[in-house]
């Protein structure tokens, strides 16, 4: 076996998660798909995502970003069309020296990398996150103004524009 595979699966039974006999069904289950087997583990403990993604990082050869903690530059993520972030689970989270980082659950997609450096005019760096981390973080950051307000209207809150244009509550 792979011996960064054999490290990851280490990581995992020392967090004493399931018990071994457990992580191999789960490990059958995912037909030997060591980011099925994750995503999978997340899913049922998302209380140790963390430890789950730093695992993640030593057979990867990708950085973890938790994207629940992470500041996004929304102007950098809206210049990906949202239906292809959602499609792709990839979102723009910061650009620094005209480079591009991305967090995706595939952040070995050299393909769709390479669509998003043509898409983008950019260099396109990746770190990984977990799906749900990637969708919610699509949520925030596409929402637009006229739909913030339909969910304001919908809870009953008044709005009123200011002098300056905002809105006050």
């Not at 289950?29 to 980011?35: K, P, T």
């Not at 760096?125 to 103004?145: G, K, L, M, N, T």
């Not at 006229?146 to 905002?166: A, D």
Request: hydrophobic share 40%; net charge negative.
């Amino acid at each position: 076996k792979d011996p960064e595979i054999e490290l990851f699966l280490e990581r995992i039974r020392e967090l004493k998660l399931v018990s071994p006999n457990e992580l191999e069904y789960r490990l059958e289950q995912c037909n030997g798909e060591i980011i099925d087997l994750l995503i999978g583990l997340e899913i049922d403990f998302p209380k140790h995502k963390s430890e789950l993604g730093r695992a993640w990082e030593l057979i990867s050869k990708n950085a973890y970003v938790d994207l629940e903690t992470t500041i996004i530059d929304p102007e950098t993520a809206k210049l990906l069309p949202m239906d292809f972030a959602l499609s792709k689970k990839i979102i723009p989270i910061f650009e620094l020296e005209g480079v591009i980082t991305v967090a995706t659950t595939n952040p070995q997609d050299q393909d769709t990398l390479d669509k998003i450096e043509i898409l983008l005019d950019r260099s396109v760096d990746s770190v990984f996150s977990f799906p749900d981390e990637i969708e919610a973080a699509i949520e925030i950051v596409y929402q637009s103004r006229e739909l913030l307000l339909e969910m304001l209207e919908q809870t009953g809150v008044n709005l009123l524009w200011n002098k300056e244009r905002r809105i006050t509550a």
